[in-house]
């Protein structure tokens, strides 16, 4: 079954921290994975996205990783500022059916 | 660019009435989708449109209409609402759905709907 399990459900970290968040799948066959940044009372946005030949890519503060041997990523947040307080959304492409499967998302809180 | 419009924003139902949420974009996508969000879950897909004409059904559809008559506007109508479908709902709309393009989804500001 296709699935995306993201961890942790959520975060709490101080003001310019680091922070990493986890994401493992099951989709097959992988076509592409996107981290979506969600703000509270908005639409998610998409940061990045991660295709199968590519390990890691960076869009300012946020550096994206991808193993798709292990079928994990990871989102890893420089310098946290108290914009990036968010709902933060792994989502994975599958070639069959053009099917996109959402994760559940990791709620992070970035405190003063 | 306005990019994906939802309205309204909120809306408080009672249980059997019905109702529309309209969403519309100008980027001249030819996929629209709709999705519900409920706490602890992921986004749920609930009817889809490849092009002008065509919708399909998704994950959750039932107790919701969709129609494509234009490229630009998909609305999602409620028939008869159930406190079941209290949820936030977002429209998003891409160039394409293929995974072989990698086109990112473009979500609206979401209707917050109460059924009670």
């Known amino acids: 079954k296709n699935q995306v399990e993201q961890s942790p459900q959520s975060l709490i970290i101080l003001e310019g921290k680091n922070c990493t968040l986890q994401?493992?799948?099951?989709?097959?066959?992988?076509?592409?994975l996107r981290w979506y940044k969600q703000d509270t009372g908005r639409g998610p946005v998409s940061l990045t996205i991660m295709t199968f030949s590519e390990n890691t890519k960076s869009n300012g503060r946020y550096t994206a990783t991808l193993d798709a041997d292990t079928k994990q990523s990871s989102l890893h947040i420089t310098a946290s500022q108290l914009s990036d307080s968010a709902s933060y959304i792994c989502?994975?492409?599958?070639?069959?059916?053009?099917?996109?499967?959402f994760g559940k998302g990791t709620r992070l809180h970035i405190l003063p | 660019n306005a990019g994906v419009t939802q309205t309204p924003k909120f809306q408080v139902l009672k249980t059997g009435q019905s109702m529309t949420l309209q969403c519309a974009q100008d980027m001249n996508h030819e996929y629209m989708s709709w999705y519900r969000q409920d706490p602890g879950m992921g986004l749920r897909l609930i009817h889809y449109?490849?092009?002008?004409?065509?919708?399909d059904q998704g994950e959750v559809p039932n107790g919701y209409n969709v129609s494509r008559s234009t490229t630009e506007d998909f609305p999602l109508r409620l028939l008869s609402a159930a406190p079941s479908q209290t949820s936030v709902y977002f429209c998003?709309?891409?160039?394409?759905?293929?995974?072989?393009?990698?086109?990112?989804?473009?979500f609206g500001n979401g209707t917050r709907l109460t059924v009670t």
């Open positions: 998003a709309s891409s160039y394409s759905t293929s995974g072989l393009n990698y086109s990112p989804l473009h």
């Open positions: 989502v994975v492409s599958a070639n069959r059916d053009d099917k996109i499967i």
């Open positions: 449109s490849v092009g002008a004409g065509i919708t």
């Open positions: 994401c493992n799948y099951t989709v097959s066959p992988f076509s592409n």
